[in-house]
């Protein structure tokens, strides 16, 4: 693997104080396998009581579960199954992967900014170790657009942020927006058949790692609003206003992308709202998919302790839009 795929981020030197975690060298076995995937979708807290919302014990119980269900999957021994033509074309021609590569690469920078000016060594390290993970799934990424012989755009340089907490809400909710969808659409994928199995289970600790990163942000958020009076209280509700305002506007497809040359290219925002029907043959409607994301939703958080916070804006929105698709229907 070159150097130009595996770039030089580092969290542990960012951020005081994070060591980054030990891989295993090998590839792991079948039972080691199903252990992680186990021990990664499971956690319940051994504290009495209730996990109030900017309590220390909230703040040590989600920093203990975002630490304890770590997965630990080496991104360089995966092996990347042979592909018919066909399934290889349908891969390369998803829209995605740039958007996916440049994702990562910001999130990982931002989530890496924002936790190295925390003081707080619980919530620091926590956010350090999804900053590290944000890097794993670009590493991902990479080593499958090579394998696959997927062209990207340059990547843009990844600037550091000059705002860093505003930098970490709009990553933090962009991600609560986005897996939501992606749970749908993964499962949409895995259903259809049309891609290999063992893709499939290849990518299944990255879309199970985002929702472990969306627990640890909705909980990060009532812990860190909790602690806020006055003013300060005011301005944040005011931030978090405005990040999905921008977040919304982004989605809505006015976002263009640059590569580092200056060109523009199709920045394909709008995949999760449409995109169904680039990973399936069979037809899908709009509000099928949506029930679908909120079943996988809520499957993929029924493992973890359920007095910890959940992300609860996009599968409400999306429930209430249920409603009305249904009376429509009539
Ligand atoms: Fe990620
Ligand atoms: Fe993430």
Not at 84 to 99: G, M
Not at 105 to 113: I, N, P, T, Y
Not at 213 to 228: D, E, S
Request: a neutral charge; hydrophobic letters at 40%; aromatic letters at 10%.
């Amino acid at each position: 693997m070159s150097d130009q795929l595996l770039d030089a981020f580092d969290a542990a030197q960012m951020i005081p104080g994070f060591v980054a975690p030990k891989l295993p060298r090998e590839q792991p076995d079948r039972a080691a396998l199903d252990a992680a995937d186990r021990n990664t979708r499971h956690w319940t807290s051994t504290a009495s009581g209730p996990l109030t919302p900017g309590s220390d014990t909230h703040r040590h119980e989600m920093c203990r579960m975002f630490r304890e269900t770590f997965n630990p999957y080496r991104p360089s021994v995966i092996e990347w199954p042979k592909l018919t033509p066909e399934a290889l074309k349908r891969i390369v021609e998803l829209p995605i992967w740039d958007v996916a590569v440049q994702t990562e690469g910001k999130a990982r920078l931002r989530m890496a900014a924002y936790a190295a000016q925390l003081d707080d060594d619980d919530v620091r390290d926590a956010l350090a170790l999804n900053a590290w993970e944000e890097n794993r799934h670009k590493e991902v990424l990479s080593r499958m657009v090579a394998a696959y012989g997927i062209e990207l755009a340059s990547e843009p340089p990844y600037v550091y942020p000059r705002d860093v907490e505003w930098a970490y809400l709009v990553t933090g909710y962009s991600e609560c927006v986005d897996s939501f969808f992606a749970f749908g659409l993964f499962e949409v994928a895995r259903r259809s058949g049309l891609f290999p199995p063992e893709l499939i289970d290849t990518f299944e600790p990255v879309m199970q790692e985002e929702c472990r990163h969306i627990l640890l942000f909705a909980n990060w958020v009532a812990w860190h609003r909790a602690g806020l009076s006055g003013w300060l209280r005011i301005r944040f509700e005011l931030k978090v206003a405005a990040v999905w305002v921008y977040l919304g506007w982004e989605r809505i497809g006015l976002a263009r992308a640059m590569d580092a040359d200056g060109n523009e290219h199709r920045h394909d925002k709008k995949f999760t709202m449409n995109g169904a029907q680039s990973v399936t043959d069979v037809d899908i409607d709009t509000a099928e998919l949506m029930r679908l994301c909120l079943a996988e939703n809520d499957r993929r958080f029924s493992g973890y302790d359920p007095r910890l916070q959940r992300p609860r804006t996009t599968p409400n929105l999306v429930r209430f839009a249920l409603r009305f698709m249904r009376r429509k229907r009539r």
